[in-house]
């Protein structure tokens, strides 16, 4: 995940259950959109992407996708 070029204002590492995570919001300037990643090895890692209406918000997108990444990363594979 290192490799991943964002906007450090707009990106932030986290873990979720020990792994590690990487969200960025307002992906290519976009409001109401945000992308989780979750690192599975060390060169590959899944992706959720959440983009809202007019009526969402950055806040919400965010909310949502690192909501859904926590309902995934159970089942991706073991570090």
């Given at each position: ?10 990106a932030h590492d ?66």
């Amino acid at each position: 995940m290192d490799d991943l070029d964002a906007d450090p204002g707009k990106a932030h590492d986290g873990k979720i259950n020990g792994r590690r995570i990487r969200q960025v919001r307002e992906i290519d300037g976009d409001e109401a959109t945000c992308l989780v990643l979750l690192e599975v090895t060390a060169t590959a890692r899944a992706m959720v992407s959440v983009t809202l209406g007019t009526q969402g918000s950055t806040e919400q997108a965010c909310a949502d996708a690192f909501s859904i990444a926590q309902t995934v990363e159970p089942q991706l594979l073991a570090r």
